[in-house]
Each structure stands twice: as structure tokens, then as C-alpha cells.
């Protein structure tokens, strides 16, 4: 499985943007895509995630009410939009795959994903 990361790109605070992922390789529907975000000297802090069943999303404090992950499964895409942005937000954002676990499961926690993409980065202006 290999993940692409893009859409990001400097935008002003209040303003929205579209991140997406897409993934090459067979997909299993209980996998699940995970959004990270990680600044400088700082750890990956969990941003949402999806399964590609798309049965529930789970969204971390920082971003919750205020972003939406959603997928598409034809183009094996997954989406996050982050809207009234804030220069808080600024950060390189990563999307990872975890595969089906039948024991284990944790979402939010990056070292349970499996596959990582490139991470695209996300600049916010006040």
C-alpha cells in the first residue's frame, strides 16, 4: 500500500482547505485512513480517521467541530477538510493506514498505523 498526501498549500485564518489521500494497493474495508499532524519538535497528534467501510469517523480536540473526514471509495481517496483555520493548524499533515486488527485497535495513536504518506504541509496566516 503506498499513500499520497496533497492539497496543502498557505492560506489566511478563517479560510477552509481540502486535504486527500490516495491510496494504491488493495484496501481492506476494515482498514481504517488516519489524518496526523506534527510541527517541528513535536510529536504526530491525531487529526480524524475513517474507516474505508466509512461506518464512523473519530476527530481529535484540536480539530473537532471544525473539520470533516469523509471518503471516496471508487477513487480510494480520503478527504479532510479543515475549515476556519487557524495559524494553530499550521503543521505538516500526514495520512496513514492501519490494517485490520482483530485485536488492539487504537486510532489515535500513530504508532498503530501501518503505512504512512508523505505529509503535505498546511501554513496558516493570522
Known amino acids: 500500500v503506498q499513500l499520497q498526501a496533497s492539497g496543502g498549500g498557505s492560506v489566511q485564518a478563517g479560510d477552509s482547505l481540502r486535504v486527500s489521500c490516495t491510496a494504491s494497493?488493495?484496501?481492506?474495508?476494515?482498514?481504517?485512513t488516519g489524518w496526523f499532524r506534527q510541527i517541528p519538535g513535536k510529536e504526530r497528534e491525531f487529526v480524524a480517521a475513517i474507516p474505508w467501510s466509512g461506518s464512523w469517523t473519530l476527530y481529535g480536540d484540536s480539530v473537532k467541530g471544525r473539520s470533516t473526514i469523509s471518503k471516496d471509495s471508487a477513487k480510494k481517496t480520503v478527504y479532510l477538510q479543515l475549515n476556519n483555520l487557524k495559524p494553530e493548524d499550521t503543521a505538516v499533515y500526514y495520512c496513514a493506514l492501519q490494517k485490520p486488527r482483530l485485536s488492539n485497535r487504537n486510532y489515535t495513536g500513530a504508532r498503530f498505523y501501518d503505512y504512512w504518506g508523505q505529509g503535505t504541509l498546511v501554513t496558516v496566516s493570522s
Open positions: 494497493g488493495r484496501i481492506f474495508p476494515a482498514s481504517a
